[in-house]
């Protein structure tokens, strides 16, 4: 898990903020999936390998991962020694859609 990316979340000025908190004008994440809560100016995001946009709260992520492998959002495993694996079954599906 500490070999995750991290980052710390800076929000974007936007006075037309949605009512919806997923709702955004980007594709920029908004809110964590796991509590559901908006990031705030400072938070540190914690950056799935599956996807650059997969970002949760530290705190929820890691509680998260100590009963889960996968990812919460597209549900691909996220354990090191398993990625290359995934990779490799997601290029044969793709090759065979083909």
Known sequence: ???LHK???KSRNNSNSSA???ESSSSRV????????????????WVLPCDDRHKFHGECI?????KNS???LCTRNVRKDNLDADDMRLSERE???L
């Open 20 to 22: 919806n908190p997923r």
């Open 1 to 3: 898990m500490e070999a």
């Open 95 to 97: 090759s065979i859609q």
């Open 7 to 9: 980052e710390t979340y």
């Open 30 to 45: 908004q809110v964590c999936s796991i509590c559901l809560e908006r990031f705030k100016q400072g938070d540190k995001l």
């Open 70 to 72: 996968s990812c919460p």
């Open 62 to 66: 890691k509680s998260w991962l100590t």
